[in-house]
Nanobody, 119 residues
Framework: QVQLVESGGGLVQPGGSLRLSCAAS???????????MGWYRQAPGEQRELAAA???????NYADSVKGRFTISRDNDKNTVYLQLNSLKPEDTAVYYC??????????WGQGTQVTVSS
């Protein structure tokens, strides 16, 4: 079973930046590259929502609320996906979860990393 471990969250002031990482283990690099990788976020009292995703071909998709501020990327040699968060706003405060999706029942979640944007 694929394991995902997120890192890079923390407390940042409005306008600041963070870089989240999600490292996948128990999966070979030859298989990891086929996963669609996504970053979801869940604010208190809210439903989990997609922030950004990147397919095996490198195509990306962003929520309207983060377009132009967040950038998702992947390094298949390191089995890792990244999310660069710039121009952070208080409303970006949430737990950010990494997701790996190969279709069917092959979907996995990380434990999440807290991002808090506050002055």
């Amino acid at each position: 079973q694929v394991q995902l471990v997120e890192s890079g969250g923390g407390l940042v002031q409005p306008g600041g930046s963070l870089r989240l990482s999600c490292a996948a283990s128990r999966v070979s690099g030859n298989i990891f590259r086929f996963y669609t990788m996504g970053w979801y976020r869940q604010a208190p009292g809210e439903q989990r929502e997609l922030a950004a995703a990147i397919t095996r071909t490198g195509s990306t998709n962003y929520a309207d609320s983060v377009k132009g501020r967040f950038t998702i990327s992947r390094d298949n040699d390191k089995n890792t996906v990244y999310l660069q968060l710039n121009s952070l706003k208080p409303e970006d405060t949430a737990v950010y979860y990494c997701n790996a999706d190969l279709g069917g029942s092959n979907k996995y979640w990380g434990q999440g990393t807290q991002v808090t944007v506050s002055s």
